[in-house]
């Protein structure tokens, strides 16, 4: 099984090298790594050309945000199985893809998702967030229930038949897709009870200025897709509380 890989990156030159170094650590032989970049402005451009002889393709050319930038490089993915690591992240450890081609083996999925930690930005080392996916049930979905966005792992073919992101959402098209995908598709999903990503907080909808946005996208989607907007939102906010409480307990 090939793995496409997708970055998406704007103006990272501080933790761009990080995400690529981890996809290029990895200890599964068959990895497609494609890196599109909107036409930064900063050294971003420059640190991901000292890797092009072990990247695939790299795109750089301006785009409307982040997922007009993974679209590009899902139309240019040619892998069994997509992924995403984003430019502010970094896979676990270098076994991550080895135990997700495994579980696609084992189980025949259509996705595979697994668990992941937000950290501190500075100090990755600091968990300020423990995501413990659980396992899948639909009903989880319409309670407000998804898996973190970069530790789900999708066949192409299954992306080709449900489509790519709505570029009409700032913020929350990771919601609306995974939505899609999780409860509207009815496809066979796999849970790997493994820590796959490492985000730094402060990303895309951590930024306080986007909050009341993303609180308007997400009661918008909610919606669109039969549920109840408001309710909804809360619900999927709950589930934030044992991730922060859990993260507590693993720094002492």
Partial sequence: ????????????????????????????????YII??????????????????????IISEPDKGMYEAIN?????????????????DFLYDTHVISNIV???KQTNADIIYGDGLFVDYNNTDKIIRNWISGSFHRWKVKCGWL???????IKRSIINQWGQYDESYKIAADSDFL???FYEAHLHIEYLKTYIIKMRMGGLSTNNSKRKLMWKEDVHLYKKHGFCGVLT?????????PQFISAKFQQI
């Fill in 102 to 104: 495994k579980k696609f």
């Fill in 36 to 57: 599109v970049d909107g036409a930064s402005n900063d050294n971003s451009l420059k640190i991901i050309n000292e890797y092009k002889n072990y990247i695939n393709t």
């Fill in 147 to 153: 898996p973190l966005h970069p530790t789900v792992y």
């Fill in 233 to 241: 939102k809360l619900l999927k906010m709950s589930w934030k509380i």
């Fill in 72 to 88: 590009k490089g899902i139309t240019a993915a040619t892998g069994d199985i997509i992924g995403l690591v984003h430019s502010d």
């Fill in 1 to 32: 099984m090939k793995v496409s890989i997708i970055t998406s990156c704007f103006n990272r030159q501080n933790t761009i090298r990080e995400a690529i170094e981890s996809v290029l650590a990895q200890d599964y032989p068959n990895i497609e």
């Fill in 179 to 181: 939505i899609r995908y």
